[in-house]
């Protein structure tokens, strides 16, 4: 019976090696294809996902309370944020990494085609009277009124009853675009730009803290060796839960060594917050065992 359960207990050994990354040969194998020598090792993937939201001030800022009854920025502002980690095995399987990482992206509240500039008004060529800045400012908050009352009167029909369907639609999109181009001169643009930067951490039993990139509101994601910026650290917590696989005995000289990853807890932490947290084997924290194989009759 001792047999049989050892058997089983090697071939489940055997599939589960195949299978995840939680147990592998160690040391000197011999099989079929020869003797090879295995050394299970761990590479962890941290990638750290950041945003860019630049403010632009539009020209005419200083007039947006007086003509719009609204504050507005009065100055250019760029502020990087960290939006998400995420730290995974390199090779491994997808379940042992906590989420994917998007291409980059750039989301701007704007609908004209530049980002860093703004709409220009047509100047009335029959005047020579030089316009001034809050002139010019009072003309465009009067369009967007006008705009506004345009709007009104086709939801409202009192701008003629053969305005519908997918006309009235494109007549209202048009004035939105145009509102906008004029409220952007008071309000400025605000754009939003995603960036991802991927670092590789070869875990050492002795070390449980990484600097893997540092960090500043100005700039962004710096190197890990620029000291302007704030840490970003992995933090690997070993769990040290016990092999529940039975040992050979002192007795017993037909074994295989295998190693067991540690179960830890990895953490991508900045600031003091945490960003991305997973629970993955770590085969620098674990335990190499010797399990018996049953002797052949």
């Known amino acids: 019976m001792k047999k049989i359960f050892l058997a089983l207990l090697m071939l489940s050994v055997a599939v589960a090696t195949a299978q995840n990354p939680y147990i592998a040969p160690f040391g000197v194998v ?80 704007s609908h004209v085609e530049s980002m860093d500039e703004f709409a220009r008004l047509s100047v009335d060529k029959n005047s020579a009277v030089v316009t001034t800045l809050e002139s010019a400012a009072q003309a465009a908050a009067n369009t967007i009124f006008s ?32 509102e906008q181009q004029y409220l952007e001169l008071f309000l400025g643009k605000k754009v939003t730009t995603t960036e991802m930067r991927r670092c ?12 893997v990139c540092r960090f500043s509101p100005a700039a962004g994601l710096l190197p890990e060796t620029d000291l302007t910026g704030d ?24 074994y295989v060594t295998y190693r067991i990853a540690d179960v830890a807890t990895c953490k991508v932490v900045s600031g003091g917050r945490e960003y991305a947290r997973a629970v993955l084997p770590i085969f620098e924290f674990g335990k190499t065992i010797k399990i018996a194989i049953p002797r052949k009759k």
Not at 159 to 172: D, M, N, R, W
Not at 201 to 210: E, F, G, I, M
Not at 241 to 246: K, L
Request: glycine share 10%.
């Open 147 to 178: 705009l506004r009352r345009h709007r009104l009167e086709l939801i409202t029909g009192e701008a003629g009853e053969h305005v519908f369907g997918a006309g009235l639609k494109a007549a209202l999109d048009e004035i939105a675009r145009l």
């Open 231 to 254: 840490m970003v650290l992995l933090e690997i917590e070993p769990s040290g839960v016990q092999s529940p696989f039975p040992e050979a005995g002192v007795k017993d000289t037909n």
């Open 200 to 211: 590789i951490v070869w875990p050492q039993s002795d070390k449980k803290q990484y600097v």
């Open 30 to 109: 011999e099989d079929a294809d020869g003797t090879t020598v295995s050394q299970p090792q761990t590479l962890l993937s941290v990638d750290v996902e950041v945003a860019c939201e630049k403010i632009l001030a539009g020209p005419y800022a200083r007039y947006a309370q007086k003509f719009l009854g609204v504050r507005a920025p009065l100055t250019d502002k760029t502020v990087w944020k960290i939006v998400r980690g995420v730290v995974g095995l390199i090779g491994g399987e997808e379940a042992f990494s906590v989420g994917t990482m998007k291409s980059p992206t750039m989301q701007a509240s």
